[in-house]
């Protein structure tokens, strides 16, 4: 395995810089195996999934965990929160810019001048700092305040609704990326698929590194995963088990529901690593947006329907297709002939 398998000519023009209106309005592309895929869009869902089928939702919600702050020097800097490291969300795992200038013990502060964080020590991940949030204000009051949602670094234009970077399920804060194919869904949606026969059970995975970090290594197995927390109640796991097919929102729904089987554990950390030639247990049929070349995203595709997602991003590509958080979405059918 090499990481050129990966590959693909990426269209850079294609990235959507903003959500379509309204949201279940994307376009989606249908595998059909060694059919012909189909052209459609996700307010058609109901016309496409199967009474018995199971959606499974990453209930994960958005902080605004982008903190652009000022050094005492008056010179810029940048913390993105990741992960908080104590109950009392005060010490987080973090990335900082200007990373090599940044030294433990310096405080950073808000353009009113007020202290928001002080830089601690590099992680073990040698990536990421621990920093610690100041002052006695809540942390994710403190974050709501002077924190920016962190729309990742593609997406250029200005995002006039924050809350189009969310899920309308969202529920449990944490999350410093959104689970993005959870974007597509309205109410109305929801509802249309629950009166054709369609569950749906929730999952909790927070979003971590490997959202931001590419892969590096020539042998892309040598990558090291960075761990995330997940959570899979037991009512999901019953309701995976009676289902005729389990269809996952997102690579995030997928790494918290095949981790949980994979462990025995149904919640906690995980590094799950999903590509070529891994054991699925849970997941049936996944909906998610278009990836990059060259990261563990696509890997995870390529290991659920083999080399015909190279047929189906060229199908995309060819047909327009918006790519990347604020895009359109494919449906994958892991069983399809």
Known sequence: ??????????????????????????????DRGSAAAEHR?????????????????????????????????????????????????KL?????????????????????????????????????FTVTLLGSVDSLDLLAEYGEMPLPPYITERLADPDRYQTIYAHHPGSAAAPTAGLHF??????????????????????????????TEDDPLEHRMHSERYRVPEETIRLCREADRVVAVGTTSVRALESAAARGELEGRTDIFIHRGFDWQVVDVLMTNFHMPRTT???????????????LYDLAVGADYRFLSFGDAMLLDRHAP
């Open 41 to 89: 869009h996700v307010n058609e869902l109901a016309d496409i999934l199967r009474p018995g089928d199971l959606l499974v939702v990453n209930e994960t919600k958005v902080i605004p965990a982008r903190l652009p702050l000022l050094r005492a020097t008056g010179g810029r800097a940048e913390v993105l929160m990741l992960e908080p490291l104590d109950g009392e969300r």
């Open 297 to 311: 995203l696509l890997m995870m595709i390529d290991a659920f329907v083999g080399d015909r997602w190279r047929a």
């Open 92 to 128: 987080w795992e973090a990335l900082v810019g200007p990373a090599r200038k940044l030294r433990p013990g310096e405080v950073l502060l808000a353009p009113d001048g007020t202290p928001v964080v002080e830089i601690g020590k590099r992680t073990e991940a040698g990536d990421t």
């Open 186 to 215: 309205t109410d109305e949606l929801l509802d249309r698929l629950a009166r054709i026969g369609v569950e749906r059970a929730k999952v909790d995975l927070v979003v971590g590194l490997d959202t931001f970090r590419p892969i």
């Open 1 to 30: 395995m090499r990481l050129a398998d990966f590959d693909y000519e990426f269209p850079h023009e294609r990235i959507a810089q903003t959500p379509i209106a309204p949201r279940d309005a994307a376009r989606l592309l249908v």
